[in-house]
């Protein structure tokens, strides 16, 4: 739901693998398929911070971060304060998805 709800992807196609009880989700945005989401019965813990190793988080660019930050708040997202790049001086910020899992939000 947080997903489709709250940052408006479309669900493509959902199927059950049995040899692995867990389910992959396919959404898009926009008409362009982008994320794969995976669940399984008994995933291991592991860090989740974006300074982590490994890939750790996804980011969205996005027009007017004050206009993101606002309707994220609105729908009760926590946010994290806005961070600004050292080498293109954009803005950016975090949140966290239903998991824990660190979602960037960086201005274009």
Known sequence: M???????FTIDKEIYREERQSYKL??????????ELFSFPNPPLRPS?????????????????????????????PVEE???????????????DPDNLPIEFYEL
């Open 82 to 96: 806005v961070r600004v790049d050292e080498f293109t001086n954009k803005q950016f910020t975090f949140i966290a």
């Open 2 to 8: 947080f997903y489709t709800d709250i940052l408006g």
């Open 26 to 35: 396919d959404l898009s945005l926009n008409g362009h398929y982008l994320i």
């Open 49 to 77: 911070r974006p300074e982590a190793r490994g890939l750790r988080h996804i980011a969205f660019g996005v027009r007017d971060l004050t206009a993101t930050i606002a309707y994220l708040e609105a729908k009760d997202i």
